[in-house]
């Protein structure tokens, strides 16, 4: 159901219609439309007030129909202007001011809208008027104009145009005009005239002239373009002879005529021809009549397609006349040295080409929204149904272009891409190594730093926004849509734990015998252990330590013992001596020496009391026992046990009544040692094994083994077994079980991982187009990529990565050919046109014959031809010249066969013969017009293979291709030097020089050699040298090894690590010199020697000694005994020493106890002590005893010593021995150091309660040598030319990782190219055009032509020649010729003729620019033809100056200025210049102009007076002005010290090079002593005053230089002369 509305303007008649449909067609009828809508409308009262009216407002009610109101305001105003109250005007006048009106509904909105036309161009406002104001001031930026555009109301349903009210109801009537701007006006810019020609005449008076051409024409309302050419009369040499004149003519000729048809009525009235000689018109001479009817033009809305062209052959005319060499016409038979011109000859009637409808739009190229905004756009074409012919019209557009979706909101978002990569393959160190590393290392054991690699891969990524979204692999699609955005990384680091060594400490000292199990301690067998520590554990868990406790089995274990010590002195049991008891403590400990509670030890523990003796007065008095020595044998073995003994001393003789003194072997006891045997058992346990799941594991125990995870909990294994030192192995019991390494632990077992693989690839696409039969058949494939590979036992990866497959059975082409009809009958001019021409009636001459050509396609059917266009080549000929024989025509033989070739470089000939009377016909014997022979080159089959252009790169074999599942770089070794081939193309050319396919030459086109890449020389290191000495040799240090220079790296090869200064690596470890290999070992001291005189007791004062040597540390034994001079000499013990005997009667007291220690800081004041006890008094009552307690002291280094650790440095960093690069470990040692300096055990700072913070071994880090890793090679690309010799193949990689330290770096070639085959380039030529020429005639309208032939080049542009080959190669050349112009008339001038010259050469590109800047990308260039006049009679008859324009790219800015030259005789030159100093006419602003010629009043008559540039009398250069009381010029005086005759002095005349108007402008007030009042000037007085007080000082300085000097006796020194030089300053 819908509404129709229809509106009548003239009527107010609203007629509304309901009936069916969809559309909306809306009619509006209004009754207030038959009164004109408009405003300030006057009602007239009087000749003094009026109504006047304001504009109908918008209709409004509260429906919308015909119920509405329009309102407008009325006012009363006087006619002045100014408004007045009502009652002035005549209300019977008084218009209305409501009305009716029909309110359109807001649905009414949709079906009308405003169409708006583009802006016109923008046009000065003058324009409008036709007035073009002259300029007075110079424009300077832009000048005012307007600008127009159509509006108009139209239905949106098939847009067509209704009045415009309709829209005004929803809308305001969009503004039709709108101001804009202007560039300043441009007036036409001309060159300067060109030197004038040659006189017209050679005898008499004649012509010259002179030309410019056109730079640029006139532009937003410039001045237009002056004349082009200037004339000037010349006479020549000499006269003309009498009569010389009369006898130049010339036949000119017009232009042909349109082809027409005969009409056989109006045959005889068609060719009657008129000759009128009287008259000066060019039409004149032979009049012909107009054809009665034209031909019928064929319009392109014949829709039928045609299946034949058959071709008509009409005919046409031009006019001859005879002109004299004035430009008149005179008779024809005046021109009577030529013969009769050809005015008729046969054509083609022309045909104009004819097209089908437009296609219907090709879908959008943008079909979804995209960030860029940018449209996308559509076409549309159509064919060719009737191809032009005999100049008929040429074809319009086949094909159109337009944008659409431009905005395209309503477009679904675009697909988006992005990389994803495969996962990391495994880690390779491989890589870093060298090929001859590589070589020699067993790669599987390789481990540390190394490289991973994974191939990226571009996907579309899916919507988010789309329903039933998920997260799944992406389809691979091809790298070109990923091209913005950077691929992500392929290469990175990686790292392959090493097995470092163990790092162990020192073993500890051997332990006592305890149990196995002191928790469960059975049996009477035990063992002596001693234990080492771990310093630095494996990274890697199969990596096994050295065992770390050895044994020694041994009787009676005790895991604890009860340890004696004693605490106070002997105590008698009666009075003061005699036995006694002494107190001891006695403690259970454990083996490691801790207290433990007594029930440990288990059984009675000792007393607490011992007993003891205190010797009395006269009792023998002997020593405690010295410490038990060092065991001899460190074990028991079948021949010698360890032993070792303690010794005592008597300390004090008896009396007569004391106790006697024991015998020498009751002085030292012996004792069993170390009778354990030589037997040290230890565990070694072997690595451990693989992980692997545990069998003993029940199947229904819960594990980690899910739906969710592929990994499970499995266990490790190794075998530990129990060895004898330096033995084999031996059953467990001998080992001890406590220390047995554990053989089974946990572990995590290897998730399996499946095979994951991307869904496969869109299939290629088919071709779009049809196949030839022949063709191969056409296929398309797909591919997908394995992201992660199976690990495991996880699901295998599939075996088919790419498939392929024949594409379905594509459309074959259609198949067409032309048919070409029989030739008709040679069709002449007709008869009654020859027989008025040519006075004769023999129906001959030339003339044309044509034939039909249809389509055929199948099984000869008839097709279109528009078919055979497209699908059946070139288009057969139509049209060939013929002749009908004349009675005076020359006769010949038909031409003979072609003679046999001689070979390759000969001829073949034909010939012909004269028959009967021709003869001797003289027009027949010019064999230039009647050849009687041709030759043609024999065909030849051999070629010239000649290379060309420069070899290729060399070009290494490629690798094979490596499985798809293996890694995708790394799995192959890339080649990049060696032997490997080149190529040079080769140019196939045959016996003229032409190219031809290289086929015909080599099998490839290329010319192949071997070429030899040389291979990069890595750095080379000698092998590591032997280990330097400890630097150290005592204590901690480095030992240092070295590798020397012995090649550096050439050619890309590894560069060389860090060198020293002496061009060496060095490699430092830590090692240890031990600072006390050689102690001194003492023996106990001999019994003290007193030596007695007579009967003097044997007691007091002796000497006793002991025996000193010099051993190496942890030996026994006589035979171990060295020199003295290895062992400290500054801590030797003394080997004899003062003893004291006590005799009988004297206080005896026990030997010194140790020194107390001193404080740890060893601080000033501080005292140590030692005591000694009472062991026997003295026999007297009240005799002194030695003092007791002795106190020193403590003085550093000394009596006492600090101590400190102090560290080595630290090592380089050390690897695995199957590392490269990666985590490494660095070491150091630690040395207790005493304040002296000296170095002594460890010990001795940890009694000192020293903690030992330093950290001794830490990791470090090696950089690996990443070599530079590269891609692949691409594809070798397309040839940047199909055909020629400058054709490329271009095949690129990129660089994925750069090199690092001693990798190998990246090599230059990332781009190998290689040459084309050279095939030769076909294609169509056009020549230069001819000459013009006239048939037959001097002068008038002519031809000028252009070939077009089918060439082969090879594509370098003007390097090589072209040469011509059959049109076959090209294709259609009739197709060609009709998209080039091979025709232009052209006209040749008559003697006398005004005519215009040829085209100038196009002009410069200017742009439009402001301030030297241009807004405006496209420039414009200009050529103009100006008129040649011959004949000053002939004036009248010129044909105006032309010129035009074209757009240009790549314009300039150019400016305009005047320039003057120098002042002569008060003249001057003036120009115009361009800013690139070409000199013009125009440009330069009229109203700026310099002037010419100077004027002074009065005039400047006074000699040596020149008139200033400012109207000013001045003088010549060399003069003075002196001007009269009135200011003007008196008389011209020469300027002192100035010479005008020669050349002036540099400082007198710096400033003559200024301008000369600057010059002119100083001299008007410099010089002039005496101003315009005739009063001397000021600055005179002044130089005055100054001149006199100069003078009294030359006076006063005279006299003071005169005065005699006093007379000395010291002669004065030589002075040197007073050289005066005179430089031409006037100052001297």
Same mark, same amino acid.
Request: aromatic share 8%; glycine share 8%.
């Given at each position: 159901?819908?509404?129709?509305?229809?509106?009548?303007?003239?009527?107010?008649?609203?007629?509304?219609?309901?009936?069916?449909?969809?559309?909306?067609?809306?009619?509006?009828?209004?009754?207030?439309?038959?009164?004109?809508?408009?405003?300030?409308?006057?009602?007239?009262?009087?000749?003094?007030?009026?109504?006047?009216?304001?504009?109908?407002?918008?209709?409004?009610?509260?429906?919308?129909?015909?119920?509405?109101?329009?309102?407008?305001?009325?006012?009363?105003?006087?006619?002045?202007?100014?408004?007045?109250?009502?009652?002035?005007?005549?209300?019977?006048?008084?218009?209305?001011?409501?009305?009716?009106?029909?309110?359109?509904?807001?649905?009414?909105?949709?079906?009308?809208?405003?169409?708006?036309?583009?802006?016109?161009?923008?046009?000065?406002?003058?324009?409008?008027?036709?007035?073009?104001?002259?300029?007075?001031?110079?424009?300077?930026?832009?000048?005012?104009?307007?600008?127009?555009?159509?509006?108009?109301?139209?239905?949106?349903?098939?847009?067509?145009?209704?009045?415009?009210?309709?829209?005004?109801?929803?809308?305001?009537?969009?503004?039709?005009?709108?101001?804009?701007?202007?560039?300043?006006?441009?007036?036409?810019?001309?060159?300067?005239?060109?030197?004038?020609?040659?006189?017209?005449?050679?005898?008499?008076?004649?012509?010259?002239?002179?030309?410019?051409?056109?730079?640029?024409?006139?532009?937003?309302?410039?001045?237009?373009?002056?004349?082009?050419?200037?004339?000037?009369? #010349?006479?020549?040499?000499?006269?003309?002879?009498?009569?010389?004149?009369?006898?130049?003519?010339?036949?000119?000729?017009?232009?042909?005529?349109?082809?027409?048809?005969?009409?056989?009525?109006?045959?005889?009235?068609?060719?009657?021809?008129?000759?009128?000689?009287?008259?000066?018109?060019?039409?004149?001479?032979?009049?012909?009549?107009?054809?009665?009817?034209?031909?019928?033009?064929?319009?392109?809305?014949?829709?039928?397609?045609?299946?034949?062209?058959?071709?008509?052959?009409?005919?046409?005319?031009?006019?001859?006349?005879?002109?004299?060499?004035?430009?008149?016409?005179?008779?024809?038979?005046?021109?009577?040295?030529?013969?009769?011109?050809?005015?008729?000859?046969?054509?083609?009637?022309?045909?104009?080409?004819?097209?089908?409808?437009?296609?219907?739009?090709?879908?959008?190229?943008?079909?979804?929204?995209?960030?860029?905004?940018?449209?996308?756009?559509?076409?549309?074409?159509?064919?060719?149904?009737?191809?032009?012919?005999?100049?008929?019209?040429?074809?319009?557009?086949?094909?159109?272009?337009?944008?659409?979706?431009?905005?395209?909101?309503?477009?679904?978002?675009?697909?988006?891409?992005?990389?994803?990569?495969?996962?990391?393959?495994?880690?390779?160190?491989?890589?870093?190594?060298?090929?001859?590393?590589?070589?020699?290392?067993?790669?599987?054991?390789? #481990?540390?730093?190394?490289?991973?690699?994974?191939?990226?891969? #571009?996907?579309?990524?899916?919507?988010?926004?789309?329903?039933?979204?998920?997260?799944?692999?992406?389809?691979?699609?091809?790298?070109?849509?990923?091209?913005?955005?950077?691929?992500?990384?392929?290469?990175?680091?990686?790292?392959?734990?090493?097995?470092?060594?163990?790092?162990?400490?020192?073993?500890?000292?051997?332990?006592?015998?305890?149990?196995?199990?002191?928790?469960?301690?059975?049996?009477?067998?035990?063992?002596?252990?001693?234990?080492?520590?771990?310093?630095?554990?494996?990274?890697?868990?199969?990596?096994?330590?050295?065992?770390?406790?050895?044994?020694?089995?041994?009787?009676?274990?005790?895991?604890?013992?009860?340890?004696?010590?004693?605490?106070?002195?002997?105590?008698?049991?009666?009075?003061?001596?005699?036995?006694?008891?002494?107190?001891?403590?006695?403690?259970?400990?454990?083996?490691?020496?801790?207290?433990?509670?007594?029930?440990?030890?288990?059984?009675?523990?000792?007393?607490?009391?011992?007993?003891?003796?205190?010797?009395?007065?006269?009792?023998?008095?002997?020593?405690?026992?010295?410490?038990?020595?060092?065991?001899?044998?460190?074990?028991?073995?079948?021949?010698?046990?360890?032993?070792?003994?303690?010794?005592?001393?008597?300390?004090?003789?008896?009396?007569?009544?004391?106790?006697?003194?024991?015998?020498?072997?009751?002085?030292?006891?012996?004792?069993?040692?170390?009778?354990?045997?030589?037997?040290?058992?230890?565990?070694?346990?072997?690595?451990?094994?693989?992980?692997?799941?545990?069998?003993?594991?029940?199947?229904?125990?819960?594990?980690?083994?899910?739906?969710?995870?592929?990994?499970?909990?499995?266990?490790?294994?190794?075998?530990?077994?129990?060895?004898?030192?330096?033995?084999?192995?031996?059953?467990?019991?001998?080992?001890?079980?406590?220390?047995?390494?554990?053989?089974?632990?946990?572990?995590?077992?290897?998730?399996?991982?499946?095979?994951?693989?991307?869904?496969?690839?869109?299939?290629?696409?088919?071709?779009?187009?049809?196949?030839?039969?022949?063709?191969?058949?056409?296929?398309?494939?797909?591919?997908?990529?394995?992201?992660?590979?199976?690990?495991?036992?996880?699901?295998?990866?599939?075996?088919?990565?790419?498939?392929?497959?024949?594409?379905?059975?594509?459309?074959?082409?259609?198949?067409?050919?032309?048919?070409?009809?029989?030739?008709?009958?040679?069709?002449?001019?007709?008869?009654?046109?020859?027989?008025?021409?040519?006075?004769?009636?023999?129906?001959?001459?030339?003339?044309?014959?044509?034939?039909?050509?249809?389509?055929?396609?199948?099984?000869?059917?008839?097709?279109?031809?528009?078919?055979?266009?497209?699908?059946?080549?070139?288009?057969?000929?139509?049209?060939?010249?013929?002749?009908?024989?004349?009675?005076?025509?020359?006769?010949?033989?038909?031409?003979?066969?072609?003679?046999?070739?001689?070979?390759?470089?000969?001829?073949?000939?034909?010939?012909?013969?004269?028959?009967?009377?021709?003869?001797?016909?003289?027009?027949?014997?010019?064999?230039?017009?009647?050849?009687?022979?041709?030759?043609?080159?024999?065909? #030849?089959?051999?070629?010239?293979?000649?290379?060309?252009?420069?070899?290729?790169?060399?070009?290494?074999?490629?690798?094979?291709?490596?499985?798809?599942?293996?890694?995708?770089?790394?799995?192959?070794?890339?080649?990049?030097?060696?032997?490997?081939?080149?190529?040079?193309?080769?140019?196939?050319?045959?016996?003229?020089?032409?190219?031809?396919?290289?086929?015909?030459?080599?099998?490839?086109?290329?010319?192949?050699?071997?070429?030899?890449?040389?291979?990069?020389?890595?750095?080379?290191?000698?092998?590591?040298?032997?280990?330097?000495?400890?630097?150290?040799?005592?204590?901690?240090?480095?030992?240092?090894?070295?590798?020397?220079?012995?090649?550096?790296?050439?050619?890309?090869?590894?560069?060389?690590?860090?060198?020293?200064?002496?061009?060496?690596?060095?490699?430092?470890?830590?090692?240890?010199?031990?600072?006390?290999?050689?102690?001194?070992?003492?023996?106990?001291?001999?019994?003290?020697?007193?030596?007695?005189?007579?009967?003097?007791?044997?007691?007091?004062?002796?000497?006793?000694?002991?025996?000193?040597?010099?051993?190496?540390?942890?030996?026994?034994?006589?035979?171990?005994?060295?020199?003295?001079?290895?062992?400290?000499?500054?801590?030797?013990?003394?080997?004899?020493?003062?003893?004291?005997?006590?005799?009988?009667?004297?206080?005896?007291?026990?030997?010194?106890?140790?020194?107390?220690?001193?404080?740890?800081?060893?601080?000033?004041?501080?005292?140590?002590?030692?005591?000694?006890?009472?062991?026997?008094?003295?026999?007297?009552?009240?005799?002194?005893?030695?003092?007791?307690?002795?106190?020193?002291?403590?003085?550093?280094?000394?009596?006492?010593?600090?101590?400190?650790?102090?560290?080595?440095?630290? $090592?380089?960093?050390?690897?695995?021995?199957?590392?490269?690069?990666?985590?490494?470990?660095?070491?150091?040692?630690?040395?207790?150091?005493?304040?002296?300096?000296?170095?002594?055990?460890?010990?001795?700072?940890?009694?000192?309660?020293?903690?030992?913070?330093?950290?001794?071994?830490?990791?470090?880090?090696?950089?690996?040598?990443?070599?530079?890793?590269?891609?692949?090679?691409?594809?070798?690309?397309?040839?940047?030319?199909?055909?020629?010799?400058?054709?490329?193949?271009?095949?690129?990689?990129?660089?994925?990782?750069?090199?690092?330290?001693?990798?190998?770096?990246?090599?230059?070639?990332?781009?190998?190219?290689?040459?084309?085959?050279?095939?030769?380039?076909?294609?169509?030529?056009?020549?230069?055009?001819?000459?013009?020429?006239?048939?037959?005639?001097?002068?008038?309208?002519?031809?000028?032509?252009?070939?077009?032939?089918?060439?082969?080049?090879?594509?370098?542009?003007?390097?090589?020649?072209?040469?011509?080959?059959?049109?076959?190669?090209?294709?259609?050349?009739?197709?060609?010729?009709?998209?080039?112009?091979?025709?232009?008339?052209?006209?040749?001038?008559?003697?006398?003729?005004?005519?215009?010259?040829?085209?100038?050469?196009?002009?410069?590109?200017?742009?439009?620019?402001?301030?030297?800047?241009?807004?405006?990308?496209?420039?414009?260039?200009?050529?103009?033809?100006?008129?040649?006049?011959?004949?000053?009679?002939?004036?009248?008859?010129?044909?105006?100056?032309?010129?035009?324009?074209?757009?240009?790219?790549?314009?300039?800015?150019? $400016?305009?200025?005047?320039?003057?030259?120098?002042?002569?005789?008060?003249?001057?030159?003036?120009?115009?210049?361009?800013?690139?100093?070409?000199?013009?006419?125009?440009?330069?602003?009229?109203?700026?102009?310099?002037?010419?010629?100077?004027?002074?009043?009065?005039?400047?008559?006074?000699?040596?007076?020149?008139?200033?540039?400012?109207?000013?009398?001045?003088?010549?250069?060399?003069?003075?002005?002196?001007?009269?009381?009135?200011?003007?010029?008196?008389?011209?005086?020469?300027?002192?010290?100035?010479?005008?005759?020669?050349?002036?002095?540099?400082?007198?005349?710096?400033?003559?090079?200024?301008?000369?108007?600057?010059?002119?402008?100083?001299?008007?007030?410099?010089?002039?002593?005496?101003?315009?009042?005739?009063?001397?000037?000021?600055?005179?007085?002044?130089?005055?005053?100054?001149?006199?007080?100069?003078?009294?000082?030359?006076?006063?300085?005279?006299?003071?230089?005169?005065?005699?000097?006093?007379?000395?006796?010291?002669?004065?020194?030589?002075?040197?002369?007073?050289?005066?030089?005179?430089?031409?300053?006037?100052?001297?």
């Amino acid at each position: 159901m819908s509404w129709t509305m229809t509106l009548k303007d003239d009527f107010g008649v609203i007629a509304w219609a309901r009936r069916t449909g969809n559309c909306l067609s809306f009619f509006v009828l209004l009754s207030v439309f038959s009164v004109p809508v408009q405003s300030d409308v006057v009602f007239h009262m009087d000749h003094q007030f009026s109504w006047k009216t304001g504009q109908w407002g918008h209709c409004v009610g509260e429906d919308c129909g015909s119920g509405g109101v329009q309102t407008r305001t009325i006012w009363c105003v006087h006619r002045e202007g100014w408004t007045t109250h009502h009652s002035h005007c005549n209300h019977m006048d008084r218009p209305e001011s409501r009305r009716h009106c029909f309110k359109v509904c807001d649905w009414h909105q949709d079906l009308y809208e405003w169409e708006l036309s583009a802006w016109e161009g923008c046009v000065l406002v003058p324009f409008f008027s036709n007035e073009l104001k002259p300029r007075t001031s110079e424009c300077v930026t832009a000048q005012h104009g307007i600008q127009r555009r159509k509006v108009q109301c139209v239905r949106t349903s098939n847009r067509t145009t209704v009045t415009s009210r309709i829209c005004e109801f929803f809308s305001q009537r969009p503004p039709v005009e709108q101001a804009c701007l202007i560039p300043c006006p441009q007036d036409c810019v001309v060159s300067d005239f060109d030197s004038w020609s040659g006189c017209s005449k050679t005898c008499g008076v004649g012509l010259q002239h002179r030309t410019r051409h056109v730079l640029t024409t006139s532009m937003y309302g410039g001045a237009g373009c002056p004349n082009l050419t200037d004339i000037r009369t #010349c006479s020549g040499p000499v006269a003309c002879p009498a009569g010389e004149d009369e006898y130049q003519y010339s036949l000119k000729v017009g232009a042909w005529s349109q082809c027409r048809l005969p009409h056989h009525k109006d045959a005889l009235l068609s060719g009657r021809t008129t000759v009128d000689f009287g008259s000066n018109k060019e039409n004149n001479t032979v009049l012909l009549e107009k054809e009665a009817s034209r031909y019928h033009q064929h319009h392109h809305g014949h829709r039928k397609y045609p299946v034949s062209w058959e071709l008509e052959v009409g005919y046409q005319t031009r006019q001859v006349r005879c002109t004299w060499s004035d430009g008149k016409n005179a008779m024809l038979s005046l021109c009577t040295k030529y013969s009769s011109p050809m005015t008729f000859r046969a054509c083609v009637m022309p045909k104009d080409c004819q097209t089908s409808d437009w296609s219907s739009w090709n879908p959008c190229s943008k079909t979804c929204r995209s960030a860029d905004l940018s449209p996308g756009f559509r076409l549309r074409s159509r064919v060719m149904t009737q191809m032009p012919v005999g100049g008929g019209k040429q074809c319009p557009v086949l094909e159109e272009k337009e944008a659409c979706n431009i905005m395209g909101d309503l477009l679904p978002h675009c697909p988006r891409y992005e990389w994803r990569t495969t996962d990391w393959d495994a880690c390779l160190v491989s890589p870093l190594l060298s090929k001859l590393d590589r070589r020699l290392a067993n790669v599987s054991s390789l #481990c540390g730093g190394g490289i991973q690699t994974r191939k990226p891969y #571009c996907v579309q990524v899916a919507d988010d926004s789309a329903p039933n979204h998920r997260k799944e692999v992406s389809r691979p699609v091809t790298a070109r849509l990923c091209a913005g955005q950077e691929p992500p990384p392929a290469v990175k680091n990686c790292s392959i734990p090493c097995q470092h060594p163990c790092l162990l400490s020192q073993w500890s000292p051997w332990g006592a015998c305890v149990h196995d199990k002191c928790k469960d301690p059975h049996g009477k067998k035990g063992f002596i252990q001693r234990r080492r520590e771990v310093l630095w554990a494996s990274s890697s868990p199969l990596d096994a330590c050295p065992h770390l406790a050895e044994s020694i089995p041994c009787e009676d274990p005790a895991c604890y013992r009860w340890r004696v010590q004693q605490e106070a002195t002997c105590t008698p049991d009666n009075n003061t001596c005699g036995p006694g008891t002494e107190a001891q403590s006695v403690r259970c400990v454990s083996a490691e020496g801790e207290d433990v509670p007594p029930s440990y030890c288990g059984g009675d523990p000792p007393p607490t009391q011992a007993p003891c003796e205190v010797a009395c007065r006269a009792d023998c008095v002997l020593s405690v026992w010295s410490p038990w020595s060092p065991c001899t044998h460190s074990c028991a073995s079948k021949t010698a046990d360890g032993r070792q003994s303690r010794t005592r001393t008597v300390l004090a003789l008896p009396g007569k009544d004391g106790k006697k003194c024991p015998g020498p072997p009751a002085l030292e006891e012996w004792r069993v040692c170390n009778d354990h045997p030589c037997l040290v058992f230890y565990w070694e346990a072997s690595a451990w094994g693989p992980c692997m799941a545990d069998p003993f594991l029940d199947s229904n125990q819960t594990t980690n083994w899910n739906e969710t995870s592929a990994c499970a909990t499995g266990v490790q294994i190794r075998k530990v077994t129990c060895l004898k030192m330096n033995g084999g192995l031996i059953v467990s019991k001998r080992c001890p079980e406590s220390t047995r390494p554990e053989t089974l632990r946990p572990c995590d077992l290897p998730c399996k991982k499946d095979c994951i693989v991307t869904p496969f690839s869109e299939w290629t696409a088919c071709p779009s187009t049809c196949v030839p039969e022949n063709a191969t058949s056409a296929t398309q494939s797909r591919y997908r990529t394995v992201i992660q590979r199976s690990a495991d036992g996880g699901q295998e990866c599939p075996d088919t990565l790419y498939e392929e497959r024949e594409c379905e059975s594509l459309q074959a082409c259609p198949t067409y050919r032309w048919r070409t009809h029989k030739w008709h009958a040679c069709t002449l001019v007709p008869d009654p046109v020859q027989r008025s021409a040519s006075r004769t009636a023999e129906t001959c001459g030339n003339g044309l014959e044509t034939r039909g050509v249809s389509c055929a396609g199948d099984q000869d059917l008839a097709a279109n031809m528009t078919e055979c266009l497209r699908w059946a080549g070139p288009l057969p000929v139509q049209v060939r010249e013929c002749r009908v024989a004349c009675r005076d025509d020359c006769a010949l033989t038909p031409w003979s066969k072609f003679s046999e070739c001689g070979g390759c470089g000969g001829f073949q000939r034909r010939k012909r013969s004269l028959l009967g009377r021709s003869k001797k016909k003289e027009q027949c014997l010019d064999e230039a017009l009647y050849p009687l022979e041709e030759k043609e080159a024999c065909p #030849c089959e051999e070629y010239l293979s000649q290379p060309f252009g420069n070899w290729s790169d060399c070009i290494l074999d490629e690798p094979s291709t490596p499985d798809s599942l293996q890694s995708w770089m790394s799995s192959r070794e890339v080649k990049e030097c060696g032997q490997g081939l080149r190529y040079t193309a080769v140019a196939c050319l045959d016996q003229r020089g032409g190219l031809v396919e290289p086929t015909l030459c080599t099998k490839q086109g290329y010319t192949v050699e071997m070429c030899h890449v040389p291979c990069p020389l890595d750095c080379k290191l000698s092998d590591w040298s032997a280990w330097s000495a400890c630097s150290a040799s005592c204590g901690g240090g480095l030992k240092v090894r070295s590798k020397w220079l012995r090649e550096k790296a050439f050619n890309g090869g590894r560069p060389c690590p860090k060198l020293d200064l002496k061009n060496q690596v060095n490699e430092a470890v830590p090692c240890h010199s031990e600072c006390s290999q050689y102690v001194w070992r003492i023996e106990p001291w001999s019994i003290c020697t007193i030596n007695t005189v007579g009967n003097s007791p044997s007691c007091g004062e002796g000497v006793q000694s002991r025996k000193i040597r010099c051993v190496k540390k942890g030996t026994s034994g006589e035979v171990n005994t060295v020199e003295d001079s290895l062992c400290d000499q500054e801590e030797m013990p003394p080997r004899a020493q003062v003893c004291f005997l006590a005799c009988h009667h004297d206080c005896v007291v026990s030997p010194w106890g140790p020194w107390s220690p001193c404080p740890l800081q060893c601080d000033q004041g501080s005292e140590r002590n030692r005591s000694r006890h009472l062991l026997r008094p003295p026999a007297a009552e009240g005799a002194p005893c030695p003092e007791m307690v002795q106190s020193e002291s403590c003085v550093l280094n000394s009596t006492c010593f600090t101590y400190l650790y102090q560290v080595s440095e630290w $090592s380089t960093c050390r690897l695995s021995e199957n590392a490269v690069c990666g985590q490494g470990s660095r070491q150091r040692l630690l040395d207790c150091v005493r304040s002296d300096g000296k170095i002594v055990a460890s010990q001795a700072c940890e009694q000192f309660g020293l903690l030992s913070g330093w950290k001794l071994v830490e990791s470090c880090l090696i950089d690996c040598p990443f070599s530079c890793v590269l891609s692949d090679w691409s594809p070798w690309g397309q040839c940047s030319h199909t055909c020629g010799s400058q054709g490329k193949s271009v095949r690129t990689r990129k660089i994925l990782q750069e090199a690092h330290e001693e990798g190998r770096p990246c090599p230059n070639q990332l781009v190998q190219t290689k040459t084309c085959p050279i095939r030769p380039c076909y294609t169509w030529m056009l020549s230069d055009w001819s000459p013009c020429t006239v048939e037959g005639a001097d002068c008038g309208e002519g031809l000028r032509r252009r070939n077009v032939s089918c060439v082969s080049h090879q594509g370098d542009g003007a390097k090589s020649d072209p040469v011509p080959v059959a049109e076959e190669f090209c294709g259609d050349k009739l197709g060609k010729t009709i998209q080039q112009e091979t025709e232009q008339p052209c006209f040749i001038p008559c003697q006398g003729d005004c005519h215009l010259a040829e085209w100038s050469s196009w002009s410069v590109c200017q742009l439009t620019c402001l301030e030297g800047r241009s807004f405006e990308t496209t420039g414009r260039q200009s050529r103009s033809r100006a008129v040649i006049v011959q004949v000053v009679e002939n004036q009248e008859a010129c044909p105006r100056q032309v010129f035009e324009t074209q757009p240009c790219k790549g314009g300039q800015c150019h $400016s305009y200025q005047w320039r003057t030259g120098g002042w002569s005789n008060n003249e001057r030159a003036v120009w115009c210049q361009r800013s690139d100093g070409l000199v013009v006419t125009g440009g330069c602003f009229p109203q700026k102009r310099p002037s010419v010629i100077q004027h002074c009043h009065p005039p400047c008559t006074k000699p040596f007076s020149r008139c200033a540039s400012s109207g000013v009398c001045g003088c010549e250069k060399g003069y003075t002005e002196v001007m009269t009381t009135h200011g003007f010029l008196d008389y011209c005086t020469r300027t002192p010290g100035v010479d005008t005759s020669k050349k002036a002095d540099v400082k007198t005349n710096s400033g003559r090079s200024k301008p000369s108007q600057a010059r002119d402008r100083h001299t008007e007030w410099t010089l002039r002593p005496v101003g315009p009042d005739g009063r001397v000037k000021l600055w005179v007085y002044a130089v005055t005053a100054v001149g006199f007080i100069l003078i009294l000082l030359v006076i006063a300085s005279s006299f003071l230089v005169c005065k005699p000097a006093q007379p000395t006796k010291t002669s004065p020194p030589p002075q040197k002369p007073l050289t005066l030089a005179y430089d031409g300053d006037i100052d001297m």
